[in-house]
């Protein structure tokens, strides 16, 4: 069994190899473990910036066992005192394990950036999805549905019909309890033409019609599959999903609710939609020791990530994972406040952006999940779809470069929030 380092972990090797790495060091790490200059490195940034980016890529990529081994052995590049307080005991990869290995678990389906476009879309991504679901994974029902956002490219009736047409099908092959379907809008599924409309002048808009601008995600879309309407209100647009015989709580919060078409960029969580949710399940003792889990679209760790401050109420109340899309790529990591309180962050890739808006190299994905029934585990299976027309398989981009692995397990008994 060979074990991995948790993201609490990164501040230690952050600061060390910044304290006993000259740039030059780093770069030599970086050659050891296969990373090109161009992954993390810039001619302007301070000493702190350049190990924070090396460590974050080395954490996206999976090496950080190899990372350590070189700290803690290389003949020139060993810093034994750097790695003295890093733990090891959160994420697991075993080598014995295989692609097909499954346990008694609850089948999460989580899909984010579907951008549908079309009604001929809708009918090939059923196709698409039904075969890997049912003839490689041999799945039969699935008990949560997750969407983070990003259903459509322009938030339009046509869109959604499609995208409805595509999500009831597949809600209806899998026998998905409609109150386990959790859906978030994201920075694509708000109409450009109602924040139009609700301009006066350069930066200042009509609230009331401004607040109107995820209808179109809430009559064509959300209200259809959930059978109640998305809220306008920005405070109500935090809802929570209490799964009682699961013991399950999951937080669906808008990181869309201040962008516009001036604004794009503007991703954040509004914290009165957290106050009114969680202020439902914080005086509750009857909920201290339900799996806790909050969906967004937007990213909270890496490049262009938005304030992840909320993040540390999250911790703070015992939430164990959050999951997110946008980035156009699958990723997990891990985000630590205080002491040995941290979340899992579990990121899904673009399930059907146009290929323009691709990350280089990253084919489409999506993450088909499995949860232990005692809560403690989680397994997240990644696939991969390279072509248009093809068929989704395995995504072995987990693991150690010498074997690869297409999924990648986190411990849940071991991150400790309280």
């Known amino acids: 069994m060979k074990s991995r380092s948790t993201f609490k972990d990164r501040e230690i090797l952050i600061k060390g190899i910044s304290t006993y790495y000259s740039v030059e060091d780093i770069k030599s790490l970086a050659r050891l473990l296969d990373i090109s200059e161009a992954e993390y490195f810039n001619a302007y940034i301070s000493s702190n910036e350049l190990a924070d980016k090396f460590v974050t890529r080395v954490f996206q990529l999976s090496k950080e066992n190899q ?7 290389n003949e020139y590049l060993k810093r034994p005192n750097i790695i003295k307080n890093i733990s090891t005991d959160i ?24 951008h549908l476009g079309t009604s001929a879309e809708a009918s090939k991504y059923k196709l698409q999805l039904k075969t890997d679901l049912i003839s490689r994974l ?12 990003d259903i459509t490219n322009a938030s339009t009736f046509d869109e959604y019909d499609a995208a409805f047409k595509f999500i009831e099908d597949i809600i209806k092959s899998f026998k998905i309890d409609r109150s386990k379907i959790i859906i978030v809008p994201g920075n694509h599924d708000l109409s450009w033409d109602v924040c139009k409309r609700a301009l006066i002048k350069e930066d200042e808009f009509n609230k009331e019609i401004y607040k109107l601008r995820f209808d179109n995600f809430s009559n064509y879309f959300y209200s259809k599959l959930c059978g109640q309407d998305y809220p306008t209100e920005y405070e ?19 990181s869309a609710w201040e962008i516009d078409h001036i604004k794009k960029l503007r991703a954040s969580i509004n914290m009165e939609s957290m106050s009114e949710s969680i202020g439902n399940i914080i005086m509750d003792k009857k909920y201290n020791d339900w799996l806790k889990i909050a969906v967004f679209h937007h990213s909270v760790t890496g490049k262009d990530s938005m304030d992840n401050g909320f993040l540390e109420l999250l911790v703070s109340n015992n939430f164990k994972v959050c999951m997110h899309g946008h980035i156009h790529e699958a990723k997990y990591d891990f985000y630590s406040y205080g002491n040995n309180r941290e979340i899992a962050i579990i990121g899904a ?23 232990s029934l005692d809560n403690k585990q989680i397994k997240v299976n990644t696939r991969r779809r390279e072509k ?11 693991g150690d470069k010498d074997n690869p692995k297409p999924f990648y397990k986190i411990d849940l008994s071991k991150i400790n929030n309280i």
């Open 388 to 398: 248009v027309d093809g068929a989704w398989e395995a995504d072995a981009r987990w």
């Open 138 to 149: 041999k799945v039969e029902k699935i008990d949560f549905l997750i969407l983070s956002g």
């Open 349 to 371: 890739g673009t399930f059907g952006a146009p290929a323009e808006e691709h990350v280089l190299g990253v084919p489409l994905q999506y993450n088909f999940i499995e949860l």
């Open 236 to 254: 109500k647009q935090g809802i929570l999903y209490k799964y009682e015989e699961e013991k399950i709580i999951v937080l669906g919060l808008n």
């Open 91 to 114: 994420i697991n990869v075993d080598n014995n394990e295989n692609e097909d290995e499954s346990f008694n678990s609850l089948k999460i389906l989580h899909l984010s950036d579907i």
């Open 67 to 73: 990372l350590l081994e070189t700290i803690k052995d």
